[in-house]
């Protein structure tokens, strides 16, 4: 480091300051690119610039070629001259082209009579420091994204609704023809047992498993279209009776096992969608397994004015990224062998479990092994 | 002939930084990147048989949050004329366009004002049909744009220049 020597002809001695350290001063002002200066004649063509921030300027050219802020002034800028000391400010001015954009500017223009010539001081400028400006474009970001949000979900329940009328149509209309189609399986294999080759009812039979699927597929189109149109009428609900039926219409094997803990209250509410919900939760966590040694935990508890059911698994678990696709219709990550995937079964709890003014979340298993964790808030009194 | 200043006026996030990005450089980006203060952009009408000889555009991207304030500041001085824009998923952005409508024909009385509903691709069977009630007056220029598929955003500034050259005329 070394002390400005008292001799530096730049330095101000005393309190006079000469033209020298002015000179200076605004020489490394421009060379840093804090200002720069333009020149123009009284026809407002540039005749001569100084400093890096004006660089791209031309000479030669109408001082609007490459400040076209400044077209639609050009009358005031010439009244300048008519009124010594008069200033013109454009202030904080970007000039964008298609390889660079400048920095934002402020322009401040002037009539200086000694040089018969316009001086245009050009300073760099901000609205704000960087702090301030960030937080703006944050707020208005804000602003936007919850405009987008609103927009979308008017635009998620129209969707929705379109599905529910479509499926309940198709899924109605295409029964009958399905179950026709069935007959008609089992009518031809009773009319070509005793002549048909093994490979001929080896087909029929895969004919009949398909045509039984897609009736599956069906009947589950049918129930989600339906759910909210169903009459609401309240039971008295024995909770644990029920879970139980449930799990023991679900076949046990040795490799799988389904526990029940927790507290299981005799609630007043509605049957049929709870049992919806209790049987598809238990049903996807049996075929989304992937591994020989199922675990399944069923709980329920009493919170506050809820009931909490919690179905939970120790399969592979569900990625943070596809945890709200898992509620769409039709949605399944992973193909279980074998076993019927219909994609609807999460879709429907999630719709009855809304529909009753109850919430559905994922959550991952608190002991640290893999597997998911379905956690229902079902209301302990359903409102009309 | 001289450049023309052209005004793009409208609310926060409507598609004013988007519509002059399409106009001059052809691209649209989806990431919002609010504009604080001015930005300026030049673009060269082409000559066209439809009464338009060619003309150089000073285009005014302004700030959504200027609000009708604009027309008491500098920026807006001599303006040849505006394009408000406003965000037809977004109705309230309708009100601030209709009042800068009324705010920009007082102050530039004359000058050749076009009232643009952005956006229109995000509003599927939206383009044609009634015009939100503050918009649905006589005499009103308006055109449904998209920034992003890039839908009469060319024929917003043609048609203007057409305007200009009209009243020039
Ligand atoms: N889908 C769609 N999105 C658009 C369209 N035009 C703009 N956007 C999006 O809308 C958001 C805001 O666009 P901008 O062009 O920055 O809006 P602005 O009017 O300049 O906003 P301010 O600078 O804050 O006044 C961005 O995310 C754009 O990608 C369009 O025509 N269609
Ligand atoms: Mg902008």
Redesign the pocket.
Known sequence: MTRPSPSNAASPKDNKVGDAPLIVVGRVLAERGHYGFLWADEDLVVTASYGRLVGFVTIGEDITFDLPALVGVENDIRALKETPGALLEMPAVAIVSHDSSTPRLNLLLMWIGEQDSYLCLVMRTRIGNETEIDLAQEV?RRL?AEAEVKAKSKELARANKDLEDYASVISHDLQAPMRALRYQVDDLEVALRETASQDVIQGLDRMRTQASRMGQMLSALLEYSSIGRKSAALFDVDTRALVNTIISSIEQGPERTITVTGDWPTLTTLEQPLDLVLRNLIDNAVKHHCGSDININVQGKMLGEHFEIKVSDNGPGIAPEHQDAIFLPFRTLRKAEGDEVRGLGLAIVHRIVTSVGGGISILGRSDGQTGAVFRVLWPKTILD | MSARKVMLL??????????V?RLVFDR????????IGVDIYRYDVPPSDNGNDGMSFIVW?????FGNAIFRHVYIRDAAAAMI?A?LSRPETFETAASLYEGFKEALPGRQATILL?????VEGQNCGPLPAPLDRAGVTLLR?????GTHVQKAFHDTAVAIQRRLA
């Open positions: 208005r936007i | 409208g609310d926060i996030g409507v598609g004013k930084s988007s519509i990005q649209f980006d989806t990431t919002y990147k609010p504009t991207d302004t700030d959504g949050n824009v965000d952005n956006k229109v691709d995000l744009t998209s920034a992003k598929s």
